[in-house]
């Protein structure tokens, strides 16, 4: 009897297991200016091209990042519930623009550096590590302004 029961409950509790991977992307910041990354609480949130900030503060995870630093997003991800919504917004600001303006301001005038839209398949791509500015594997990636656009106003800003 005790082996039955034991048999039963192991079965229960592979059937209830199911593995998932889970990964936390990075930004690395390879900029001479910190940057505030702002990030929706849910991984489903899904925006297009023309979409600006909305809502209240409080609904964004904000991670600050320092120059030339390498930051974890500290928001886990699971891989199969980011397959299923397909995308993360991420919306890049500089640090000190962030602190300066009121959250209404930086909605309303959309005081924004880009937005990466990456799907979970980009960001495995990149080997978890997502690169302000832009690193070349992201050219084809969904990010606004275009990938030179960004490039060109980080050499001006650095400049």
Request: charged share 25%; proline share 4%; glycine share 2%.
């Amino acid at each position: 009897m005790k082996k039955y029961i034991f048999f039963l409950l192991l079965l229960f509790c592979i059937s209830c297991h199911e593995p998932k991977e889970i990964f936390e992307p990075h930004v690395k910041n390879n900029t001479n200016y910190s940057i505030a990354i702002l990030i929706g609480h849910e991984s489903r949130y899904k925006y297009v091209k023309d979409t600006i900030l909305y809502g209240d503060f409080e609904q964004y995870v904000i991670e600050l990042i320092k120059p030339n630093e390498n930051s974890s997003l500290y928001y886990t991800l699971i891989n199969k519930e980011l397959s299923q919504t397909d995308t993360l917004s991420l919306f890049i600001t500089n640090e000190d623009l962030f602190y300066s303006n009121s959250w209404n301001d930086i909605c309303e005038k959309y005081l924004i550096l880009c937005r990466y839209d990456l799907s979970g398949r980009d960001i495995q791509h990149l080997n978890y590590i997502i690169s302000y500015p832009p690193s070349p594997e992201m050219r084809t990636m969904h990010i606004y302004p275009s990938y030179d656009e960004i490039l060109e106003r980080c050499e001006n800003k650095e400049n």
